[in-house]
């Protein structure tokens, strides 16, 4: 579910005491505007990873990026279980992982068919990742950033970075 950010246009003029209408009508401006903020940046969170839903429709989820930096050996689960249902883990997320420099290695599962682009941006600890033949797409600068990147096991691998774009 996305969450719209609504924008109050104020003129500058409305602002000339502080303590008269001006300011209340600001005041409120700013309370509505905080109000639409998205409290956190995930739907929810399952054995420390983080998770959005995709579809709801199609049980789909993509791993996401949340409050605490992703670290050490992370291994993504296939098939993760929110609010009684499983949901199918799709895609790795816009900016996932990125500048998680305590990251060593991620296992991505084979249900995963799409990786969004500077999902690994600057994981200056990531040393190794595997990528299953599931995926298909990748985004643009996945990986750059990450300097100690010294193993990428999947069959595949070469023909997702070095296919032509079709215009």
């Not at 995709?54 to 993504?76: M, P, W």
């Amino acid at each position: 579910m996305r969450r719209c950010l609504i924008f109050i246009i104020l003129q500058p003029h409305t602002i000339t005491e502080k303590t008269g209408t001006g300011m209340k009508i600001f005041y409120l401006g700013l309370f509505l505007w905080g109000a639409a903020l998205p409290l956190q940046a995930y739907d929810f969170v399952c054995d420390s990873i983080y998770y959005n839903i995709t579809s709801s429709y199609n049980l789909t989820v993509e791993v996401t990026r949340g409050d605490v930096k992703y670290a050490g050996n992370i291994s993504v689960p296939s098939v993760v279980e929110y609010r009684g249902r499983a949901y199918r883990v799709t895609a790795v997320g816009f900016y996932a992982f990125s500048l998680c420099g305590a990251l060593k290695s991620v296992t991505l599962p084979n249900s995963i068919e799409f990786i969004d682009s500077y999902a690994f941006y600057r994981c200056i600890g990531l040393r190794s990742i595997v990528i299953p033949l599931s995926v298909a797409r990748v985004g643009v600068g996945v990986f750059e950033g990450c300097t100690e990147l010294r193993e990428i096991r999947g069959k595949r691998v070469f023909d997702l970075f070095s296919r032509k774009r079709s215009r």
